[in-house]
């Protein structure tokens, strides 16, 4: 069934707009994004699609496949903590900006699992987004709803993350990578090789980013740049980068040293992805991962022993992606070899599954 058909058949009539926006999983560059760094993120094949009606009050209506319960919403009062709050707030949005007047009736569909690091979220608000601001206009740029989204998330929503997911669902497609600095949104994007795949693994293990451990990283990255004198830690100075970081006493010299040792590896990533040199690009990989697990302390030791399962099996590269904590890992693989590799990987863990 359709995203419309499936409308019909919950509220009795046809939509008026709709829309379906991948997901993401970042190649490299976790954490940056807050930090006035570079990320390397690239669409997922799955998606969030939203199928939206006019209602004829002032009351918002949301039926989820996935949460099937309607639930009606006021969108006077947006944080309840039900997972509502996401497409409301995307409303939100929308009224205070003109392009949306009443109520809504709204259906989601969804394969992207949520809370996993392949940013449902981004996906949900963007979708949003994007079907109602095609209805009237002036339009927005994707550059326009990416920040629009941002805002939905930091503002109305207080989850206090950057720029990458909301850029790359937007802008990126599945066979290139959106080379991104998060500072000035300047982009570029890279084609993604024929012969290696990155894979998407989900370990098992959900986490929220509201459960308060990002916003303590990203509270850390923000008192070390204040002892750095600098608004962003990314902002440092190439030469004096790393000596002046080992001054900062713990956690802060290891959560500053992770985001600029990551910001210098997706510029080193890119430059491997252009040049075709894959290799390069696992072993960068493998070091984010690193980075993460003993500089960011953003892993687990169970997603730990899957990321080095994952080499030892014979892929070039491997991390964790996304927030942290749980969630999804990528690995470059190449073509030939993937059906083995995920073999393999699933005998040593069958609580994986592929994305
Ligand atoms: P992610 O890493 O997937 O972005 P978040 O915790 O940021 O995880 O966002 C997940 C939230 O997005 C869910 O709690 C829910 O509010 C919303 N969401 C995502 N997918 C769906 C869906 N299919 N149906 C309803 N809400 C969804
Ligand atoms: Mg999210």
Redesign the pocket.
């Known amino acids: 069934m359709t995203i419309e058909e499936e409308f019909a058949k919950v509220y009795g009539l046809e939509p008026i707009t709709s829309k379906t926006v991948p997901g993401r999983v970042n190649l490299i560059g976790e954490h940056t994004d807050y930090n006035g760094g570079l990320v390397l993120p690239t669409t997922v094949a799955k998606s ?1 699609s939203v199928a939206i009606g006019e209602a004829m009050d002032e009351q918002f209506c949301f039926t ?1 496949a ?2 099937p319960d309607p639930v009606r919403r006021d969108v006077a009062a947006v944080r309840n903590g039900h ?1 509502s ?2 497409p409301l707030a995307a409303f939100a949005w929308l009224k205070e900006h003109g392009y949306w007047r009443r109520g809504a009736e709204v259906y ?1 569909d ?1 394969d ?1 699992p ?9 996906a ?1 608000i963007v979708s949003i987004l994007k079907a109602v601001v095609a209805l009237t206009g002036p339009s927005l740029s994707d550059v326009e709803i990416a920040r629009a989204a941002q805002d939905v998330e930091n503002r109305y929503l207080g ?1 206090p993350c950057g720029i990458m997911d909301q850029m790359a669902v937007a802008l990126a497609s599945s066979d290139q990578a959106l080379m991104l600095d998060t500072e000035t949104l300047a982009f570029e994007l890279i084609d993604l090789p024929l012969d290696y795949a990155f894979v998407v693994a989900h370990s098992g293990i959900y986490r ?2 509201d459960e308060g451990r990002y916003a303590i990283r990203r509270e850390e990255c923000e008192a070390a740049a204040s002892a750095l004198d600098v608004s962003l830690l990314c902002h440092l100075d190439t030469d004096s980068a790393m000596k002046r970081i080992d001054t900062l006493e713990e956690p802060f010299c290891k959560r500053a040293r992770h985001v600029w040792t990551e910001h210098c590896r997706v510029a080193q990533a890119a430059i491997a992805l252009k040049s075709g040199d894959l290799n390069a690009f696992g072993q960068l990989m493998t070091e984010s991962h690193a980075s993460m697990r003993d500089d960011f302390e953003i892993s687990l030791p169970v997603i730990d022993e899957m990321v080095e399962a994952a080499v030892q099996m014979g892929a070039a590269g491997s991390r964790l992606t ?1 927030g942290g904590f749980g969630g999804c890992f990528v690995s470059l693989v190449k073509s030939g070899h993937i059906d083995a590799w995920q073999k393999e990987m699933s005998t040593a863990f069958p609580e994986i599954t592929f994305v």
């Open positions: 969030v989820s996935k949460f997972w709050d996401y989601i969804s992207l949520h809370g996993s690091g392949l940013s449902s979220s981004a949900l989850v929220r980013l996304g």
